[in-house]
């Protein structure tokens, strides 16, 4: 007989509410200002320098774990959508729960910011394939416009993540409304005319991820 997983107590439970806390507050400070130094994040977390260099060696590391976190939120969308049977819904709803995880906000902000590891290197590769897949299947719906290529899923999603109004919700509608619209642009329409311009290539926005000086 199986038995849940035991809380963590003590110490352990308040480092894990820390750590949290400080990812929560590192991600509100880096979107304002990727710039900003490692005590902002303390601050607005509210707890002290020490214990934020307790769990991070420094700033890029704390940068390197915000965007490892959110590619690892990308993988479980994609691989929660191709679960789904209808091929047109799992790539429409992949769209939705990257939006609505808010990923690209964050990794658009600190690329070129810090270097990637290995794992995440892997996982990045892993992300291509699984979005690769679901376009493969939207094509096959035969809802998807033939010209559209899956490196336009990443430009779709960074219009989304622009949009912004202080409040959350608000925030959250609207990027679904953006999002609405932006998918009726890659559905097939008889009187569509074509995507003007070459597609985006493969590496194409890789610049973006070498390290700034």
Same mark, same amino acid.
């Given at each position: ?77 994609? /691989?929660? &959508?191709? #679960?789904?049977? +209808?091929?047109?819904? *799992?790539?429409?709803?992949?769209? %939705?729960? =990257? @939006?609505?995880? !808010? ?25 291509? /394939?699984? &979005?690769? #897949?679901?376009? +493969?299947?939207?094509? *096959?719906?035969?809802?998807?416009? %033939?010209? =559209? @290529?899956?490196? !336009? ?61």
């Amino acid at each position: 007989m199986s038995t849940s997983p035991k809380p963590l107590a003590g110490r352990r439970a308040q480092a894990a509410r820390n750590d949290e806390v400080i990812l929560e507050a590192a991600r509100a400070v880096f979107l304002d200002d990727p710039k900003a130094p490692i005590a902002a994040v303390a601050d607005r977390a509210g707890v002290g320098i020490s214990a934020l260099y307790r769990r991070y060696a420094g700033k890029e590391a704390l940068l390197r774990q915000l965007c490892h976190d959110g590619l690892r939120r990308y993988l479980a969308v994609a /691989e929660e &959508a191709l #679960a789904e049977p +209808d091929n047109w819904a *799992a790539f429409a709803g992949f769209l %939705a729960g =990257v @939006v609505d995880a !808010d990923v690209h906000s964050l990794t658009v902000h600190l690329a070129g910011t810090f270097t990637p590891t290995e794992e995440m290197g892997r996982d990045a590769l892993r992300a291509g /394939e699984l &979005a690769t #897949a679901l376009v +493969d299947r939207a094509h *096959a719906s035969g809802r998807l416009r %033939a010209d =559209v @290529v899956v490196q !336009d899923l990443g430009l779709v999603l960074e219009a989304c993540a622009a949009v912004r109004v202080p409040d959350s919700e608000r925030t959250r509608q609207l990027r679904r409304r953006q999002l609405a619209v932006l998918l009726g642009g890659l559905s097939t329409a008889p009187d569509s005319d074509p995507l003007p311009g070459p597609p985006p290539a493969a590496g194409e926005f890789d610049w973006r991820w070498r390290l700034r000086e």
